[in-house]
């Protein structure tokens, strides 16, 4: 029997170090030594108790969820929710990678953040992220995974308004706070039926009596099942709640890396993967699900072709490959899901984190020279990898990886997705994932052409500028052991899961070790006909299909890469506005603009009308107009006290005469 | 004495009454208009009297209470009088409004 090794340490060490060093941000101002040991050391604190965690459940051999009750929380009337935190296979998974990709990315930062006056305040705020993430995926119930939940989601809006000086950057943080914000919407009424229905809030009792209580394809699973999805949608940046993502980018970039690509936007993953056993009687919300994400993989990776910031192309990317995550929870590949959430993490933190070590590497090189322009564009990059050898050749790993090329992790995660969409029955999602995943290869490429390469076809690269080549450095040890460390799992990360269509070992540990927890969906699954077929929709097996895809992987990498590195580029402040269908993707298909005119104006006039007519006009109205009522009275009434005697005598006359008038008559 | 004379009598009352009332109203010297109601109150005492020929004697007891709280009246009116007067060097009414306060 598995007892998890100290289980409260976990949130507790991320949690006092969120503590410590918010503190210290008030306390020692500049004194940049606390956050610097503390920040990293927390987590990575944390990131070791899990690991005994996990060598505790392996050599245990459980299976079953342990839950830790710590201490009551909300009791009334029927409803009992207590602080219980839930380690099984599934949330150690999560636990693992949460904070061992925190960790590396802690590690980075202090290189990163290095000259920032925000050090200490920084590291409070990535540790609080920390902890409420691993609120967030230790929770055992719906209400206390709320909690992490909405506690993401402020340590979001916290980080991208990091630099709160520029308005455009604290915009970005409130925008991303609100689209969140419909997505909690769809949380909190999943919790409302699921409470009315289960009588209970506690992930075990709830998922055990569902196959019980709900009819597979009734009304109620699919209702609980899409309001969870909403919550998903806004969470993890999914159609059409994406649009906060991109601008998320105006944060730090390990805080992009951390909680915008690894970590917190893979929460509406998690939360499919975790309720497996509604989603899996809910066909319908399962095709929703499924579609939605398929779509947001295409579209997302269509505008990634023609941005120029080199951290919108990583955002929109980070949406397209999200859209992978949900198109393989949708299908019922939950494990698949979760394998392509891990890799991704890898990949994805390394991508992020090596585009802040060229942001980081240009912008010192500019200083010297007095140049100014946006070092996030990469027309202004160019020719990098001469000085940032570790940079560049780790992001060349996470590219491939991305791109699904063969032997890199992403190969195995992401073709499985395609490959368990085409064999689940969807053949339809399965070309559109298909499609999306060569347009990724597309546009990685695309970057790190722009970035990396192009020699003497980069007149306008950083290292042109006269002093600022010798001001251009190689990212400091603090910030190149992370990238390496994430280079290697971007390689091997994904040699635990490899399917048995290919002549190689087959192995399945992720998805044997994740069995336990999804077995109750695929029992359901399997009960009502999901058997999965043996070939795509196209025929050929496994094999084919993975050598079809690494190859045109591969041969897409390689063609863009030699067209965009032959071509000149004008530098970022004198090139035009991109034109015809460029433009276009360039603009994100106007989604931005639709939602302005659509939705933000309609509702800024109808709350401009409630301010001005209902505000203002009505109640103010009353209010003010009882006022100025009574004032007038009483104006009356004070004409009558003059204090001039013969005004009082004829008043006293006329109602001497109008007592004897009625008095007579 | 004749019901005749009885009216003559209440008519130079009413006269005498209504003369004071206008002189109180429209008159602005303070003492003036003291002097108004006292002939006010002598229009009433000649009521009084008058009245007093046909219903006895209680009319004419009334005259002489009537005639003691205004020679009280007087003195304190006419106190106030040079009060304001030391004051203001002045006793148009208009141009007071103490009364106000």
Known sequence: MYHPVLPWLILALPLAGAALNGLGAFVWRDDRKLATLLGPAAVGGAFVVVAINFFAMLSAGATGPSVVHLWSWLVSGGLDVGIDLQFDRLSMVMMLVVTGVSTLIHVYSIGYMRGDPGFNRFFAYLNLFVFFMLVLVMGASFPLMFVGWEGVGLCSYLLIGFWYESEEYSNAGKKAFIVNRIGDFGFLVAMFLIFRIFGTLDFVPVFGAAPGTLQFGGAWATLITLFLFLACVGKSAQIPLYVWLPDAMAGPTPVSALIHAATMVTAGVYLVARSSVLFALAPLSQAVVASVGAATALFAAVIATQQWDIKKVLAYSTISQLGYMFLAVGVGAFATGIFHLMTHAFFKALLFLGAGAVIHAVEHAWHGTGRHGDPNDMRNHGDLRRWMPVTWITMWSATLAISGVFPFAGFFSKDEVIWKAGVLGYPLLWGVALVAAFLTAGYMARLMALTFHGGENRTFDPGAESGAREGLHAAPAVMAIPLAILGVLSLVGGWIQIPEGLPLPHVAALEGWLEPAFEPAHEILAAHGGVAASTSPLGGGELTWGLVSTVVALAVVVWIFRVVVRRRYVRADEAPEPAGLARVLYRKFYVDELYDRVIVRPLMALWRGCWKIVDDGLIDGTVNGLASGTRAVGWVGSQFQSGRLGAYILLFMVGVLVILGTLAF | ?101
């Open chain 2, 1 to 101: 004495m004749s019901p005749v004379l009885i009216r003559i009598a209440l008519l130079v009352s009413a006269a005498l009454f209504a003369i004071g009332v206008v002189g109180v109203i429209l008159r602005r010297n303070a003492i003036v208009i003291f002097l108004c109601v006292e002939l006010m109150l002598n229009a009433v005492n000649l009521s009084f009297v008058a009245f007093s020929r046909l219903l006895g004697i209680d009319g004419q007891v009334a005259v002489f209470f009537v005639m003691a709280v205004a020679a009280a009246e007087a003195a304190v009116g006419l106190a106030i009088i040079i009060a304001i007067f030391r004051h203001y060097e002045d006793v148009d009414v208009e141009r007071f409004d103490l009364l106000k306060w």
